[in-house]
């Protein structure tokens, strides 16, 4: 079993930035693959950013790129994603999830745990 907690969503102002945390419970973490998903209201969710388990290899949604940035600390369980320049249709709840696999995909299905969720909102 894994524990996932989010943190650090709120309400920003269009072009700011914020930096949301997930620390993750259990001795699995250092080798697994971890996302950040988002679901905007009415909307599916979507696989924002992917980062394997040593952080060698990233992957973006095209909406999110050269905007957004994942990272991870395996010495503190934490992953991490950076949101800069954001717009008001980054609003949304912001899940981290881990899959139990060293490489990271932005399949949500592939994932096997998932946290509660930030509210991130971004105003015009």
């Known amino acids: 079993q894994v524990q996932l907690v989010e943190s650090g969503g709120g309400w920003v102002q269009a072009g700011g930035s914020l930096r949301l945390s997930c620390a993750a419970s259990g001795r699995t973490f250092s080798t697994s693959a971890m996302g950040w998903i988002r679901q905007a209201p009415g909307k599916e969710r979507e696989c924002v950013a992917t980062?394997?388990?040593?952080?060698?290899?990233?992957d973006y949604v095209d909406s999110v790129k050269g905007r957004f940035t994942i990272s991870r600390d395996n010495a503190k369980n934490t992953v991490y994603l950076q949101m800069n320049s954001l717009k008001p249709e980054d609003t949304a709840v912001y899940y981290c999830?881990?899959?139990?696999?060293?490489?990271?995909?932005?399949?949500?299905?592939?994932?096997?745990?998932w946290g509660q969720g930030t509210q991130v909102t971004v105003s015009s």
């Open positions: 999830a881990v899959r139990l696999t060293p490489w990271a995909t932005r399949s949500l299905n592939e994932y096997d745990y």
């Open positions: 980062i394997s388990w040593n952080g060698g290899s990233t």
